[in-house]
């Protein structure tokens, strides 16, 4: 089992910054990547980015450019530093984490609202 802490949401104007924190515990050893993921009203849940143990990243094309994912092993925390936000980031941004057995684990999420 892999918990999950994040926080860092919040409420920013457009074309501010945030940065989301996402904290592992128990089974870390069994994870294989980390991710943040958002959900907006009536919209599917979307990937936005991740990175591997190994340090490789894939961004959602919405993402690129703006936003940056990086990771801290030594505290098996997962971060998402969002810039140049945009009304249309407003979502509740989730953590996720993918086992070496292929089992994802989220996190509560965390509202991100961007005003315009």
């Known amino acids: 089992q892999v918990q999950l802490v994040e926080s860092g949401g919040g409420l920013v104007q457009a074309g501010g910054s945030l940065r989301l924190s996402c904290a592992a515990s128990?089974?870390?050893?069994?994870?294989?990547?980390m991710g943040w993921y958002r959900q907006a009203p009536g919209k599917q849940r979307e990937l936005v980015a991740r990175?591997?143990?190994?340090?490789?990243?894939n961004y959602a094309d919405s993402a690129k450019g703006r936003f940056t994912i990086s990771r801290d092993n030594a505290k098996n925390t997962v971060y998402l530093q969002m810039n140049s936000l945009k009304p249309e980031d407003t979502a509740v941004y989730i953590c996720?984490?993918?086992?070496?057995?292929?089992?994802?684990?989220w996190g509560q999420g965390t509202q991100v609202t961007v005003s315009s």
């Open positions: 990175i591997t143990n190994g340090g490789f990243t």
């Open positions: 996720n984490v993918l086992t070496l057995r292929l089992t994802n684990y």
């Open positions: 128990g089974s870390i050893f069994s994870i294989s990547s």
